[in-house]
Structures are given as structure tokens and as C-alpha cells.
């Protein structure tokens, strides 16, 4: 493992579209950089998926009780 900007680096074998890298490659692109880019957006909407799917029912519960009653001091809404 390395240390980078105090994040620590796993070395990781990927496999992936031999047009897409050659075309990365040719325009200049970080390899490395952009897989984990990628792979941080994938993560961040996994755990929003998750979250959703895990919170779900209380979402379902809270919605049906504003539409049941309204939202809280809507009275004093300007608007």
C-alpha cells in the first residue's frame, strides 16, 4: 500500500474496454484518477440507494402524515 495526500493507496488489476483506455490514453486522461472517480460516484449512489431502500418506510410514514395533516406551522409560511 501507498500513502498519498494522507489517503492510503491500494494497488487494484481492472479490467476494462481496450477502446475506452486507448482513447483516455490518448487524451491525456489519469487512468487511476478517473477509475476512482467513477468509483466514488458509483459508491455515493449505492449508499443513497441503500439509504433510501433502509429508510423507506419511515419516509412512507412521515409523507402519509403531512398528507394526512399538513405540514407543521404551515400557518406561518409567507407564502
Do not use: C, I, Q, Y
Not at 477502446?19 to 449508499?47: K, M, P, W
Amino acid at each position: 500500500m501507498e500513502v498519498l495526500m494522507g489517503m492510503t493507496r491500494r494497488p487494484a488489476n481492472l479490467s476494462l474496454d481496450a477502446a475506452l483506455v486507448d482513447e483516455a490514453r490518448a487524451l491525456g486522461l489519469n487512468l487511476s484518477a478517473a477509475a476512482e472517480a467513477g468509483l466514488r460516484a458509483a459508491v455515493a449512489e449505492a449508499r443513497a440507494a441503500r439509504w433510501l431502500a433502509e429508510n423507506a418506510e419511515a419516509l412512507a410514514s412521515s409523507n402519509a402524515w403531512v398528507e394526512a395533516k399538513g405540514l407543521p406551522l404551515s400557518r406561518h409560511r409567507p407564502f
